[in-house]
């Protein structure tokens, strides 16, 4: 499910990239659904961080039984290069 052509890992990322510092899934979540309808849900955003955490693209630190999730410049400088690397591709497709 996209929002507004934005996939749940497209937003965790967003958020990820404007944190001071690492943060709980619980507190990413709450960020996310600030003023946004329809919500997001925990799970969906836990299966976001997993997908970008398998793809080497954020770090994830347990402390007891958290999960913190930190993104570094590079890891978001590649992201959001094959991001617009697809959308490039999804416009040259559309014409």
């Known amino acids: 499910m996209s929002v507004n052509g934005l996939s749940p890992q497209d937003i965790a990322m967003a958020v990820l990239c404007c944190a001071d510092g690492p943060l709980s899934t ?3 979540t709450e960020r996310i659904n600030v003023n ?3 919500v997001l849900t ?3 955003v836990y299966d976001a961080l997993l997908e970008l955490h398998r793809r080497g693209l ?3 630190r347990k402390s007891g039984r958290q999960a913190y999730w930190h993104v570094d410049y590079w890891q978001a400088d590649a ?3 094959s991001v617009d690397r697809d959308a490039q591709v999804e416009v040259g497709d559309s014409h």
């Open 26 to 28: 619980r507190a990413l």
């Open 58 to 60: 954020v770090e994830r």
């Open 79 to 81: 992201y959001w290069e």
């Open 42 to 44: 925990h799970e969906r």
């Open 36 to 38: 946004r309808e329809p």
